[in-house]
Structure formats: C-alpha cells, structure tokens
C-alpha cells in the first residue's frame, strides 16, 4: 500500500496542470504522507504507522489513537488497523473489567 494514509486511506489523486494558454497535462495530487510513532495508551505501546497530516491532526483533535480508532467506522479502516481497534477494545474491556 504505497502512498496511502494508513487511518483514513487517502489515497493519489489525478488532475491537470493548465498552462496561460490552456494546455493541459496530466498530474498527481500526492498526500502529505509522514511515517510516525503514535502511541496507544490502552496497549502501552507505540505503533509505527504512515499517516497524512490531516489524520494526524484529527488524532490529536480526538484525544489520541485509541479514541480516533474507537470512534471511527470500520468500513474506513484498513485491515491492519481493524485488527488493532479490536486489540484496543479487548484491552479496555480488561481494564473496566
């Protein structure tokens, strides 16, 4: 999975360049994609993830990963993070347990 957000799969987009005289050429929107350390309180640990700058700040908007992928829609989240919310859930539940 090369050039996609890991938390909210955005992805490549395409467009065109147009030039003064309304040339158009083919381009590639990319993704502002940084490779970070987000930190999961539940499992006390850190998880090394590719994540674009806006998922980034929503993370941190929410309260952290664990409530970011708590909070969001499973249809959204890729295989890798469906395994870890379910990780996350377990956790919590033997804590409130």
Same mark, same amino acid.
């Not at 799969?9 to 309304?22: E, I, L, Q, R």
């Not at 708590?70 to 347990?97: E, P, S």
């Given at each position: 999975?090369?050039?996609?957000?890991?938390?909210?799969?955005? *992805?490549?987009?395409?467009?065109? %360049?147009?030039?003064?005289?309304?040339?158009?050429?083919?381009?590639?929107?990319?993704?502002?994609?940084?490779?970070?350390?987000?930190?999961? !309180?539940?499992? *006390? !640990?850190?998880?090394?993830?590719?994540?674009?700058? *806006?998922?980034?700040?929503?993370? !941190?908007?929410?309260? *952290?990963?664990?409530?970011?992928?708590?909070?969001?829609?499973?249809? %959204?989240?890729?295989?890798?993070?469906?395994?870890?919310?379910?990780?996350?859930?377990?956790?919590?539940?033997?804590?409130?347990?």
């Amino acid at each position: 999975m090369a050039r996609r957000c890991e938390l909210t799969g955005k *992805g490549v987009m395409t467009g065109n %360049n147009v030039s003064h005289a309304h040339n158009r050429t083919r381009r590639r929107f990319l993704p502002n994609l940084q490779a970070t350390s987000l930190i999961s !309180e539940s499992l *006390g !640990e850190s998880i090394r993830l590719k994540v674009c700058i *806006g998922a980034l700040r929503t993370v !941190e908007h929410k309260g *952290g990963l664990d409530a970011f992928l708590l909070d969001a829609r499973d249809a %959204n989240l890729t295989t890798d993070m469906l395994r870890l919310k379910k990780r996350i859930k377990k956790a919590v539940a033997v804590v409130a347990a």
